[in-house]
């Protein structure tokens, strides 16, 4: 199974970031996908996760409203896009799969891309 991250960025605060993230390996449409993130020093944080059929979808706080994750099951990719980014945004950005329904919790999860830098300059 590999999950392949895409979309390694610098942004000004307040511009905008399209994450991807390509699945193989694996029945994509039987898992539910979740981005997590991890800033320097910190623990790893829950983003966003989205249902196997792309209907149930839920945010952290910190990004409600500004990001939005989707899902094209023909692609086997997840989507993470990022506006109005803070510089508290900055972090590796990581995704992962879920067998049939996510979880806010990264220990939960069985398979993790490589991670992808997000860095959001004030």
């Known amino acids: 199974v590999q999950l392949q991250a895409c979309g390694v960025g610098l942004v000004q605060a307040g511009g905008s970031l399209r994450l991807s993230c390509a699945a193989s390996g694996l029945t994509f449409g039987s898992y539910a996908m979740a981005w997590f993130r991890q800033a320097p020093g910190k623990e790893r944080e829950f983003v966003a996760v989205i249902s196997w059929s792309g209907n149930i979808i839920d945010y952290a706080d910190s990004v409600k409203g500004r990001f939005t994750v989707s899902r094209d099951n023909t692609k086997s990719t997840v989507y993470l896009q990022m506006n109005s980014l803070k510089p508290e945004d900055t972090a590796v950005y990581y995704c992962?799969?879920?067998?049939?329904?996510?979880?806010?919790?990264?220990?939960?999860?069985?398979?993790w891309g490589r991670g992808t830098l997000v860095t959001v300059s004030s």
């Open positions: 992962a799969a879920r067998y049939n329904f996510g979880t806010y919790y990264y220990t939960d999860y069985e398979y």
